[in-house]
């Protein structure tokens, strides 16, 4: 007997059309899916339905911004743009938003600063 509710399936490579396979058996089973939370995957987001709410999943959002700061970063907007990103698994869209609105304002002299080169071109 099988869990309609309950669907696996061993892969030996995730791609999005596994993920729209899934997606469609579970909605062939008479399943509404009104939301999806998924890691992240380039083009999955465009093939999804419109009608479906879909959200990268918060360990996958942390481990991005991860890459980009390390978990020891040097500068000090670096330092508090983590403290804001840690704040992503444990609070709520309203007060992240928040948070990184103010990171955002205190900060935006620093993002926008630029710099010449060595060959007299300004960057950031």
Request: one cysteine or more; charged letters at 25%; hydrophobic letters at 40%.
């Amino acid at each position: 007997m099988t869990d309609k509710y309950f669907l696996s399936k061993y892969v030996k490579q995730e791609t999005n059309n596994l993920y729209l396979q899934g997606i469609e058996e579970i909605a062939r089973r008479g399943i509404t899916i009104k939301a999806v939370i998924c890691d992240g995957r380039k083009g999955l987001f465009q093939l999804l339905c419109n009608d479906v709410v879909i959200q990268m999943c918060n360990f996958h959002q942390v481990a991005i911004i991860r890459r980009y700061l390390t978990m020891n970063p040097k500068m000090q907007a670096s330092k508090e743009l983590w403290r804001v990103t840690l704040l992503l698994t444990i609070t709520c869209k309203e007060i992240f938003e928040a948070r990184l609105a103010v990171w955002f304002n205190t900060w935006n002299e620093f993002l926008n600063e630029q710099k010449l080169d060595e060959n007299g071109k300004k960057r950031y």
